[in-house]
């Protein structure tokens, strides 16, 4: 499966952003989707994961009530709807897809990545 992020950019603390995957490719609705975020000097961090019907999400802490990961198979497409934006969360954004029946939060175990999308949030 091939997965393009889009929907990145400039916001100031507190706003919102909604970032989309694309993905093209076979059987994406058997996949489990996830964002990860990187920041500069930091290591590549799990945010939200999606299991492969839409009926199990998992969010890291920082940004539980905050961030909303949905999917439509019918698109093909995973979005994070990200509220309350703090400069904290500023980073490059990557989606990525597990074909693992479970959902998991470690990005070694991923094999297919986005490009990644920026998220600047300024104070």
């Known amino acids: 499966v091939q997965l393009q992020a889009s929907g990145g950019g400039l916001v100031q603390a507190g706003g919102s952003l909604r970032l989309s995957c694309a993905a093209s490719?076979?059987?994406?609705?058997?996949?489990?989707m996830s964002w990860f975020r990187q920041a500069p000097g930091k290591e590549r961090e799990f945010v939200a994961a999606i299991g492969w019907s839409g009926d199990r999400t998992v969010y890291a802490d920082s940004v539980k009530g905050r961030f909303t990961i949905s999917r439509d198979n019918a698109k093909n497409t995973v979005y994070l709807q990200m509220n309350s934006l703090k400069p904290e969360d500023t980073a490059v954004y990557y989606c990525a897809a597990d074909d693992y029946p479970f959902i998991r939060s470690e990005p070694s175990k991923y094999d297919h990545w986005g490009q990644g999308t920026q998220v600047t949030v300024s104070s």
């Open positions: 490719g076979r059987s994406f609705s058997s996949y489990a």
